[in-house]
């Protein structure tokens, strides 16, 4: 009958309108995207954020996006783009980090959350003069990212408490 849903956010416009959509490890975020900018909504009810909540986006159009993955922390993005492999935090006016330029502009690449590790495809020019595909593994969890400042849990992080001097 249609009569149990409840609106959960608004979603902020991007055009052209044919996104991408994935929801984040904690199921409490979407992102959306398409080759230059990429969108992001709360999943909390729209009670708790105010019946306008739209979320916000993120301007990519300096390179074309190819893909978008949730880092399992789900507050990281990792971009793969005609670029190279990126990652961003998910934040507005966040700035994206190059981790690796990749030779193919339409590179394909596979992100495996369980184990915070990037697969993908580029060509590398053998000695011989022909370009071979290559299989690569980019592993993004904590305890070997090559910035670890970088790629934090934001959510556990302690705010500093505001004490009185007696």
Do not use: C
């Not at 979603?11 to 398409?34: E, G, H, M, T, V």
């Not at 400042?149 to 500093?160: H, V």
């Amino acid at each position: 009958e249609g009569e149990h849903f409840e609106r959960v956010s608004g979603l902020a416009n991007i055009a052209p309108q044919d996104a991408k959509w994935k929801i984040s490890p904690d199921r409490q975020k979407l992102l959306y995207f398409n080759a230059s900018l990429i969108g992001i909504a709360n999943l909390e009810s729209a009670k708790e954020n105010g019946p306008n909540q739209t979320g916000f986006v993120l301007d990519y159009t300096d390179a074309k996006l190819i893909d978008v993955f949730w880092h399992s922390d789900s507050y990281h993005l990792v971009l793969l783009s005609n670029r190279g492999v990126e990652v961003l935090e998910a934040e507005p006016e966040a700035l994206p980090l190059l981790l690796v330029n990749l030779s193919k502009e339409d590179a394909n690449a596979y992100y495996d959350t369980r184990m915070d590790a990037l697969y993908f495809l580029d060509y590398q020019k053998a000695a011989d003069g022909n370009l071979y595909d290559n299989l690569y593994k980019l592993q993004l969890d904590t305890r070997n990212f090559v910035f670890p400042e970088f790629i934090k849990l934001k959510q556990y992080e302690k705010k500093p408490e505001n004490k009185k001097n007696p």
